[in-house]
């Protein structure tokens, strides 16, 4: 920082993109396209596909189906070891997965206990029913972030 502190930081840097024609991603800064790699343990077999929700809105957690700004992915279960986010707006997001094995696009469940694997990020407590957006929630800023997920299994 100059001698001007820290407020001038942001413009000086956007006027050095402008210069350069570098893109503001590798800046950090804020505002820029953040990318999230999640990394997927405990599936408990390679059939099926990993249904994946990415969102930033608690009225839409865990089931993001509704929410128009949502990132979802299904990826194989056999490739689902390492899931990458690219071009995300920075802000705080929760994640859902689920280990669809049957690949019939939904969670299915026994008398309301889920028979395929789900997971969530943070990796909270399950106790009755899903977790609420704020026990997965994280942030994100320009750049990099990783969410480990561990996939649970209740029957």
């Known amino acids: 920082t100059s001698g001007f502190g820290t407020g001038y930081a942001i413009p000086i840097a956007a006027l050095a993109v402008f210069a350069t024609n570098a893109n503001p991603a590798m800046l950090n800064l804020p505002g820029s396209p953040a990318t999230l790699d999640v990394a997927v343990s405990g599936l408990r077999s ?5 249904l994946i929700c990415l ?14 700004a949502a990132h979802k992915r299904t990826v194989a279960a056999a490739h689902a070891r390492t899931i990458v986010f690219s071009d995300v707006v920075p802000g705080t997001y ?10 019939n696009g939904k969670l299915d469940t026994s008398l309301i206990i889920p028979r395929e694997g789900f997971g969530f990020s943070r990796n909270p407590v399950i106790s009755f029913g899903p977790p609420k957006f704020g026990a997965a929630k994280f942030p994100m800023a320009g750049g990099e972030t990783e969410q480990n997920v561990r996939m649970k299994y209740m029957l």
């Open 46 to 50: 390679a059939k099926g596909n990993v």
């Open 55 to 68: 969102t930033a809105q608690p009225k839409h957690f865990p089931n993001c189906n509704k929410d128009p």
């Open 94 to 103: 929760a994640l859902a997965l689920v280990h669809d094995e049957n690949a």
